[in-house]
């Protein structure tokens, strides 16, 4: 599929038409600090899982405030395997995350948050929502639809 | 999802040896992202038969238009060997002030495999496109033809499989649109021998002056449920004719690749040689059937016919059917969403 750039993205998210996102475009440090408090990460997934080939990628990122608590997340499923990923996003599937919570657990944080608009939700998604971020092993722990995936963080 | 949104991918290919796989943008764009291939007999007419080749998932959001670069081809093979001995080779006018025109040649004989112009005669030209609600149809001696924005046909709960079968979500397609070619000719000229009859869809890209092989597609998902990574890219590089012999990334057949994808699901791997060369049999001398391997039709379950095959009866269903706007005359597809 055709890899549409940011300023693709923006166009066409002004037309009201926000389907194709930037995620092809490389951005370096997907996974930073802000400070000591300001935690920025994307994590990815291959979808569905072997031995039916990789078809989609299962997309969270975003930027929390560990300190306050709070901040804002966005899970999306993207056409393409995450080593072959276009820039569209399949409709229906972007959700805006609002964070109400950041705990560290051991050495690994679980942020929680609930969906921005729920009226969207497909049947199985719920409207609360949570990642468990193991920096140390590199990946995260998400619900995709109702079931727990496991996702890769990007460096 | 039949091939919706999967490879051709923005991604890079290292050719394996024999292997002329040139993947990358500008290949693929939407407008020649092959979605399905539809042939079964002409409601009404079983003299007459009905090709499809429906292409750029999700429009017009992806792509307004066809692409005036490209030819869109659906191949038939007469003769049971897997190469094309016709051609329905269709090229588009530049869009431009809202339209496009297109024009069908039929190749037939040796220019098939040469894939150029110079001496096809021309069975449809400059018909017009449709862009709107009315699908515009253009007639031409025994042929009738029309290109342009549809509902998409297909039925899918796409996101069931991307849960891993687990089949909850209903139809992802029911409200898209894709761009479709629409095709009725005379069983005629479709050869002879309908029983070695098979077509699949091809389009090709014209890459710094050369025609490089983008997408094809001859049954429903066979590349999207089957081929892993790059070796997507690489299946739609190569004819159905190298279907049996070419190697994956991994070194091994397609296949070998197929048996073991099989296996794992729970299916028969003997159905890999069934399913591979990835053709659309068409006997035009009998009534359409895909349960029955001959053609396909709008409202073919060819999802529940597929689950049940390569899991070996472990699903039947993914619990959605047909839509329910398809039309009853040429050209078939329903009204655009």
Not at chain 1, 51 to 75: C, F, H, M, N, W
Not at chain 2, 195 to 200: A, V
Not at chain 2, 258 to 282: I, K, Q, R
Request: no cysteine; hydrophobic share 45%; proline share 7%.
């Amino acid at each position: 599929m055709k890899t549409m750039d940011r300023r693709d993205f923006l166009k066409m998210a002004g037309a009201g038409a926000a389907v194709v996102a930037g995620a092809a475009m490389p951005v370096a440090g997907f996974f930073a600090w802000n400070g000591k408090d300001i935690l920025r990460f994307r994590a990815v997934a291959g979808m569905p899982k072997a031995p039916l080939p990789t078809y989609a990628s299962y997309v969270v990122e975003g930027q929390v405030d560990i300190r306050a608590r709070t901040g804002q997340l966005a899970k999306s499923l993207y056409a393409g395997a995450p080593e072959a990923m276009s820039g569209i996003v399949f409709p229906g599937t972007a959700r805006a995350v609002r964070v109400t919570d950041v705990q560290k657990v051991g050495g690994n944080l679980l942020i929680s948050g609930e969906i921005a608009k729920p009226a969207t939700l497909l049947k199985g998604e719920s409207s609360a929502f949570s990642i468990l971020i193991d920096r140390s092993a590199g990946m995260a722990q998400a619900d995709f639809l109702g079931s727990k995936v496991l996702l890769r963080l990007d460096d | 999802m039949a091939d919706h949104l999967d490879s051709p991918g923005p991604i890079a290919v290292t050719p394996t040896p024999g292997v002329t796989a040139l993947v990358g943008p500008p290949l693929g764009d939407a407008k020649t992202d092959i979605t399905d291939v539809y042939a079964f007999l002409k409601p009404g007419d079983p003299t007459k038969s009905i090709l499809v080749l429906d292409v750029n998932p999700l429009a017009p959001l992806l792509a307004n238009s066809f692409d005036s670069e490209a030819i869109y081809e659906i191949n038939i093979d007469t003769k049971g060997h897997a190469v094309p001995d016709l051609s329905f080779r269709i090229r588009f006018s530049e869009f431009e002030a809202g339209s496009q025109t297109a024009t069908v040649h039929l190749a037939i004989g040796d220019v098939v495999a040469d894939q150029v112009t110079a001496g096809e005669p021309a069975i449809i030209a400059g018909a017009p496109v449709s862009f709107g609600a009315m699908p515009v149809i253009t007639v031409s001696g025994p042929y009738k033809f029309f290109a342009g924005i549809r509902s998409d046909p297909f039925f899918f709960d796409l996101f069931g499989f991307i849960d891993g079968f687990n089949f909850k979500f209903g139809d992802f397609f029911k409200d898209k649109n894709v761009f479709g070619i629409v095709l009725e000719v005379p069983n005629s000229a479709l050869g002879t021998t309908p029983h070695t009859t098979s077509l699949w869809g091809r389009t090709l890209l014209s890459v710094n002056g050369s025609l490089v092989r983008d997408d094809r597609m001859g049954r429903a998902a066979i590349n999207t449920v089957f081929n892993h990574g790059p070796d997507k890219n690489i299946f739609n590089s190569i004819d159905p004719i190298r279907d049996l012999t070419a190697l994956t990334t991994e070194g091994i057949t397609f296949v070998q690749s197929f048996e073991n994808t099989l296996t794992a699901l729970g299916g028969d791997p003997g159905l890999a040689t069934v399913l591979l060369p990835d053709v659309l049999n068409y006997d035009f001398s009998k009534p359409t059937s895909y349960a029955a391997l001959n053609g396909r039709q709008l409202q073919d379950d060819v999802i529940d016919i597929s689950l049940g095959l390569v899991t070996g009866g472990g699903l039947t269903s993914d619990n959605v059917g047909p839509h329910s706007d398809y039309l009853s005359d040429f050209p078939y597809l329903g009204t655009p969403h």
